[in-house]
């Protein structure tokens, strides 16, 4: 890419009156270079079956193109119109509770051919219509696709010829591996197969979640493909991927596989959207930026995230520069909002854009134009951003789902995975320790090359990933593991040999009990300087007996005194480290620095969150050192780069010098040589 | 009216035993002469298809008749045989959660038309039964009506159908003023017309909720007009309405139009149910009655109200009795308990009557008798009586739909439409400033007639009835508006001009921003004296931007100081304040004292709640004054009028005397001279 | 029983590699001599419609016997098989939410014919192949059987059939006793009989669901019979009732009549689940085992108890000890843990069994080994404990049901029947009395015999029974009850003469008004030194006016203070206390000591919880006395009875010796001679 983009959703189509023009001034003004359009109007350009208008594509096209501004446009597949609906009522997708009625979007039956069918035509007249054209700068397959819960018998069937192949047709292998035995619940004959959406085995459960996550991934290679036949050479195929929503971009995407999806876009998309005012942290923008750099490992767009978003996202003055700037410091090369303007109608109302109802200047369009001038000022230096990171975080949509179905919930905890995965996240975030994310799936060449391995309860894995996380100990490198690791196979069979299944040789430690922390406490030589609050351990507590491990926390408990809480093995040329319970994020961050490599933590910048300092090569082969401020009130950091000059004020900068960040604000420094 | 009303819902046919003459003669002693029955007997009376059997009416009748007491007659249409059911089990409507089971009343399709034909016969065969007797004063038609959801394919095509001529028959206006594009919701042909069970869209939503209101008003006009063909002169129609419903008698009711339906009644007919004990404060009362005699202008009829009710409402000693004469001092010309004995089956076993599941005299029987006996005393100098406020409140349904679709709690704000009404209408009942309420309907010269209009949350509203507001402060009166006002049309489209949208010329003040307030404080000169807790601002928050107005209050807050908080602003010859968040009621209170126009003050008496003073002119043209003690302790309060005499004690009182009102007391005032 | 049975269900058929011979080894050593295998296994031994397969039950069999170890036969029939429900798919239960979709076990009709011809012939194979066999020592019908909400169209067609013998075809009078006229429901001609589901009526709900308990009783009576055919002498038949879930077994069970089921077996079983770790208080083990004992007033099997269970079940050391001797101690002839081996797959994954998903020996196991072979050692003298206690307490699923139907819940209260017969139950535990249970269905005789009968809102029950309490005290009992007792006839019709209905003539008192009690507490000569929080009423309120009965209680409260709380009256020779609220534990206590017979509180250990004491007479004729630590620190206690020998140490103990409790420990002695 040779320029940051910066721009937001348009929607034309939607405006309560005639504003084109206008809009595209204003957005000139701001130094905003990129619109996404045409991705939910499927109504507006096949008003009937077979009749085409893209009119209202055509037009934005034209004004952009006059006013020099790039184009992304988006198939309009993920909300289908009245007419199909009226038609083929069963293109709605069935799900647990039956056939949905129309209305949302988002709820059809992905792999239905009269959906299909119609899908290709409009994307192709689409195509057409809108390759060929300059300001076209690449596409959006659909968008925030999911499997929408289709379990229609269609869709069940192909369910039973996929585990069919799964299985080599063997009814028994599949029961002996699912557990089928269990409540009678056994099939005798493949035309026995009981509808799955009733299921209460985990197994059969899980395994159902993946294969629809797989459709998924083949709807978004299929359109993929029909855009590739027509774009250009410099066009980008991307999608709209978003995480976990929690009222927020939380955390690992149940409901796809992003790794693989990633394989058939050219850069990966995202949207992230995050608390804001005084909840601001930047967390979800570091967390969704590093999963999607590491998917393609490679620079991402980020293709939708807050402009004024809902009334308690309104941003303090600051914030939205402070953000942008941070989604640039993880590898972003885009920031793109939802959306321009704020919508009159319908049901997001509230989700304000850059522009409030009366489509004037305010307050977060002025701020908006600074952006977009800094960027067309200095993007230059800030597009591109490469990272080498020495730590990695492994993360499973197999265990997310495995670990739904086997609830910490279930009887009294309070957590799921995610959480898990974000307790360690965050902790190397307020640490300042930048990382990447990996996946089963990864090629063992790609786990190798980093230092330290973190594995958040990757409760289920096959014995494959687990041997060669073994392998990677012994050949020297670190591994820290929660709770919950190695429980159970890829296909939610729990392990009948030791705990941690296979990964007990390289941690060195057994457990065959567990039970739910309470009132209990960490204790250990080296935490007598830890509050009680600090040593509290929460969630789940696994009662490890070390078998060669050396213990660095145990149980403070009446009953759980004679367990290991948090181990560390060497184990070959590396190490390994286990951690039984849930701790306080202090505690983890103590546990990290006790058993992260030396390598890692001397690269450790002395600031620490709400400071929050992020690195990084540019194109000019320089290194790029961005300090954020996350806080309301003023904070001290310190320039550990060699002599550079702050981008935004071409301030001369020298190492060791102290930076003075005010609320929300930030200062980006390039060295002044290349590293 | 030539006098109280006072009884009870008598069900003789749900009686365990024969118990007729002994009721009568229990009624008879405790002063009750009127009853209301057959309301929900329709099993009873039509025991199978087109068989009838009045004989239960008829007996009760007789009993009345020659007790000297008055019968209410209730059409028993709101709940239908099981023998209909049966052969035309679609008469049960169906709702967004598919068609109902039979057992609940008013679950019916009050449009279809095997429905209306058995029910305009039942009622034809009842009103030939009853409407020539001498007993019969009036008829309530149904009970409680709503539209129960009822959104079957035949409903919807009567909304299309209405949609069509609304629109003239034009897709495209619809489309657009609905903002169907988003999402890709656009219709493009009649027939496509989707379910609009499903519908996302608030327009498309708020719209069907209007229309589903429409159902309602029409099924009562037809009821009324039946009715009217066999009604003598002297006999009224009425119908038992009820409010919006959180436990008790709460607010606004959503699901009716109100002021539509009055129009077919000749005098409007409530119940009203309320906390009591010690969470007795008379607002419900208050609220519910003040609504009521806006409607028609009129006394209005308190046709249930509770008497021993559930086991937290079981009164205390006196509580009954200032109940009674509350909802006369607010202008009832009945009270009547829901019901005379408690049931001894079915499902309301636990709301209990006047007489307890024994029959017998009871605590509170006993005070039915002290109030009976009362009103027979002194009936006549409180009946019929009439206020001329000054003050009034506009609601709307429109706004309260439109508020519900797009709801202040949707992330994050806790309160919704009848909150913001019921805060106002507190403060002032607090205040004891009597009010009365309008309507968006209501005529410009009514409306005219007010020297200060309090608008909650007007968030719909069609131009023509900001206009008219903005023409009312123009001419000299006193507007005084919330947050949420004048956002949105009345087909729920937010303005794309300046907010509030028309208003904000008389209100001389705009905003683009709002927020929830999070340790957000009022602030301003006025305000030294408050405290901290007094000055908090909660639920939601617009960030006013002065045009002109004075600002009364700022919020206290790092980012959001610069914003004003509560503005004044002179308008032609009148005042205009704007509310933009929900302030404490100290705070209220306070920006009505500085706002109100001073002739309102000045008539403010010196009590306050828990002392509540109501005053009206009776049939004899003399001023009455009620000072109700909503305590368990001893108040003291001072009567304000000109000389006269304490009506249950006969004592003469003077201007100015000490008034001394036991634990939930009271005392009732006839000026001596007609004012 | 000539032996405490001591072992665990096995599951063979769901292990997850070959493990019978070391399982049969390690239970062997552990002293396990039972085990109940086949009671799921439906799918696996007819895996094709009337193919038979029961080699696996084989197997077991054949290894138990060579082992020396028992063998209890379930039918497999509480979870069909997959093809079954794809051939004829109504056999899965048509509840309130519709019909059901295969998966979850228990969801059938117990009425279906196809699923009872499938169920006769599989029992009837399973019978042939086990009953003959020597290890098979008796069989278990089902599991846990309950109506699952039954009530498709076949099941409404019986429940009106049911209906016209028990009204003698009279549906006047059917309407007349259910009220039905309420809300229109009255029922004119039996072909209109509406679909029960919908139904609001509590009556004709109760009795709906009495009827569904009836079907739960007629088919496990067909079974029992089936199984008699071919069962032999020495062969018991058992049931694995269940109580009331609240995430434990917590009180009567609402949809089983425990009464009526146990006829049909030669002993009772049940399954027993609570709190461990610090919330351990063996109170379920108590309550659960004097109901199943006093059910057939007879030992009783355990058939399923927890043995890690769920991870906050993971007993702390002794705990699982303490739990076995207090089910012993209890009556119980058996403890067999529900499972032996924990699960690797479907659901139940984390309701872990006595081995770990390791299948080695572990903490648990160890325990378990002293536990089966301390029962090898003294079993003989455990085995067959009885009881004579002078205490009883009266349950009734007519009063549960319909206390559920008219809840206190309903408007602010908080608790329902089984908290109030839990209340009553815990506070006798906590004193150490114990006590039996009658149920309304019992005898008079067995009645009679008791010097105290306790009755916890017994909220609907006939007049004959309500005569037999008066009569009951008339002849020199003393009657203890609570508030609800006594308001409604069987049918849940409330009664209209004075409450409590029939008793108020023993009790001689009286009501007509209840509240929910707000700030009140009970005030009473006596109760000069209670503090004010063991003073406090809760739950419900009845304001008590004595007609004769002496005042213990009363109100403290500015309005219900003329009011009585409990009172305590002379009937005929005997004496009746009323309780018109829910009181502190410590009240509760009180009472009871002021107004249990002398013979009952002379007998009274002078030990408290946490100290347990619990006694009988064993096959020897010998006092058997168990003193239970239920806490984790060492507590005293004494022994109360004569000469005897501590029997796990063999240890001789005089009268009046102390006894020094470990932490979650006991002792067990043996009185020398026979008593």
Avoid at 430 to 445: K, L, R, Y
Avoid at 529 to 543: G, H, I, Q, T, Y
């Amino acid at each position: 890419m040779d320029r940051l983009l910066y721009g937001a959703a348009y929607y034309d189509e939607y405006m309560p009156c005639e504003r084109l023009s206008q809009d595209v001034e204003m957005m000139k003004k701001a130094g905003i270079n990129t619109v996404r359009i045409a991705e939910s109007t499927w109504s507006t350009c096949e008003p009937q079956e077979g009749v085409f208008d893209f009119s209202h594509v055509e037009r934005v096209m034209d004004a952009m193109e006059e006013a020099g501004m790039g184009v992304i446009i988006g198939t309009p597949t993920y909300a289908v119109p009245t007419w199909m609906v009226k038609s083929y009522p069963d293109v709605l997708a069935e799900t647990r509770k039956g056939r949905g009625i129309y209305g949302p979007r988002q709820i059809m039956d992905i792999t239905h051919p009269a959906y299909l069918f119609y899908a290709e035509r409009v994307i192709r007249k689409l195509m057409e219509c809108t390759a060929h054209r300059k300001c076209v700068i690449g596409f959006q397959i659909d968008n925030e696709t999911k499997p929408y819960g289709t379990a229609g018998r269609n869709v069940q069937e192909k369910f039973v010829k996929y585990l069919r192949k799964k299985f080599n047709n063997d009814l028994d292998a599949l029961n002996a591996e699912f557990g089928l035995n269990y409540w009678s619940n056994r099939i005798n004959a493949w035309e026995d197969f009981p509808d799955v959406r009733g299921t209460i085995n985990g197994s059969l459960g899980a395994e159902f979640e993946k294969f629809q996550r797989s459709l998924v991934t083949d709807f978004l290679r299929w359109q993929a493909e029909i855009v590739s036949e027509y774009k250009r050479e410099d066009q980008f195929i991307t999608h709209n991927l978003d995480l976990c929503w929690r009222g927020y971009s939380y955390g690992v995407q149940p409901e796809v596989d992003h790794y693989e999806v990633a394989k058939c876009l050219t850069i990966a998309g995202v949207d992230i959207y995050h608390p804001s005012q005084d909840q601001l942290t930047g967390e979800e923008i570091a967390f969704g930026g590093d999963l999607m750099r590491s998917l393609k490992k490679d620079n991402y767009l980020v293709i939708e995230t807050e402009a004024q978003g809902f009334p308690d996202w309104t941003p303090y003055d600051g914030q939205l520069r402070l953000q942008a700037f941070s989604h640039v410091a993880s590898g972003a090369n885009s920031v793109m909002y939802w959306h321009w303007h704020s919508l009159h109608n319908a049901c997001e109302t509230y989700w304000k854009g850059v522009l409030s109802h009366d489509l004037q200047e305010n307050a977060v369009y002025r701020e908006v134009c600074t952006i977009g001038n800094d960027f067309k000022r200095i993007g230059s230096h800030l597009v591109n951003l490469k990272k080498q990171n020495r730590v990695t975080i492994l993360v499973s949509n197999e265990a997310l789902t495995a670990l739904k179905w086997f609830s910490i919930q279930m009887h009294g905890g309070s957590e799921d995975y995610n959480d898990i995965v974000r307790w360690m996240y965050n902790t190397l975030y307020h640490m300042n320790i930048e990382c990447d994310f990996i996946w089963p799936e990864t090629e063992s060449a790609d786990m190798d090359a980093y230092e330290a391995i973190l594995v958040p309860a990757l409760y289920a894995a096959s014995d494959a990933v687990l041997e060669r996380l073994n392998c990677y100990v012994e050949q020297g490198g670190t591994l820290i593991a929660t709770f919950k690791t190695g429980f159970a196979n890829e296909k939610v069979k729990v392990s009948h040999d030791a705990q941690p299944h296979i990964l007990n040789r390289c941690f060195g430690v057994t457990y065959q009990e567990f039970a739910f922390p309470k009132q209990v406490k960490l204790t250990g030589e080296s935490l007598a300087a830890f509050s009680d609050k600090d040593r509290e351990a929460s969630v789940f507590m696994e009662l490890l007996m070390p078998q060669g491990a050396e213990v660095l926390a145990s149980y403070e408990h009446p009953n759980w005194g004679r367990y290991a809480a948090v181990t560390k093995n060497t184990y070959g040329k590396g190490s390994a480290v286990y951690i039984g319970c849930k701790t306080t994020e202090n505690m983890l961050e103590k546990i990290f620095r006790e058993t992260l490599p030396e390598t890692i933590l001397t690269e450790e910048p002395e600031e620490r969150f709400p400071v929050i300092v992020r690195k990084g090569v540019n194109d000019l082969g320089r290194k790029v050192y961005y300090y954020l401020n996350y806080s309301g009130q003023e904070q001290n950091a310190r320039y550990a780069g060699t002599e550079g000059t702050e981008l935004l004020s071409g301030r001369h900068v020298t190492n060791g010098e102290a930076l003075i960040l005010p609320a929300w604000g930030f200062q980006v420094i390039e060295a002044v040589f290349p590293s």
